[in-house]
């Protein structure tokens, strides 16, 4: 079990798809926190100011700590209404 | 209370008066309803707008929803609530929106159906995705304000 990492709208345009980092990555790549998370998946690419970060569903900051298990979520403001 | 995420075209007034038939213990208690109904059109930001698709975050969506009614049931003494949200593709005149609240009094009903409308609009995962006349597409970056 792993992390599942989600980008929803236009993060998903700059992104890509959804992953899972596994639990040997999470270790073998130090990744503790969302702002770890970003990195690894981002390649390089900076986060944008106004990213909204979610963990199991619930808004979030940078520096929230993940686990194994977590569902971890970016996306742009929200428009919707 | 009663949230709906519905992925086909509804209306809003059938969906109201069922809901309302339903609730026949809450007949006699309450002294106001409000509503809202948000609706697609057919231009945004000078550009004609030819369909739209709605993006959203299944689970996610559902929970911050039921948190902004809970919410405003303990602020306002709402009676009942019930939101309706369309995803999928929408196109322009067909509601993308329901907002209903029931009260003992009109203050509390004007106000919590606006603060659930607003709240919705800066908390709940959704997204759209405008299709332009000329076949291009683009996100909607940001809502306009509704203070």
Known sequence: MGVDVKFFASMRDIIGDDCEIDAEILKAKSIKNVDDIWNYCAAGKERPANVLIAVNMDYVDAETLVKEGDEVAFFPPVTGG | ?147
């Open chain 2, 1 to 147: 209370m009663k949230i709906l995420i519905d992925s086909e075209p509804f209306d809003p007034w059938k969906v109201l008066d069922e809901y309302q038939k339903d609730k026949a213990d809450l007949a006699g208690q309450y002294g106001a309803t409000t509503v809202f109904v948000g609706t697609m059109r057919d231009f945004n930001e000078g550009d004609d707008v030819s369909e739209m698709f709605l993006e959203h975050y299944p689970g996610m969506t559902e929970r911050h929803l039921e948190n902004i009614c809970l919410q405003a049931t303990g602020e306002y003494q709402l009676l009942d609530s019930l939101v309706v949200h369309r995803v999928g593709t929408i196109k322009p005149n067909e509601p993308i929106v329901l907002v209903a609240v029931w009260t003992a009094h009109r203050k509390q009903a004007f106000e919590a159906c606006r603060e659930i409308m607003e709240d919705l609009k800066s908390k709940a995962p959704f997204w759209k995705k405008e299709q332009l006349n000329d076949a291009q597409d683009r996100w909607v970056e940001k809502n306009t304000r509704g203070y």
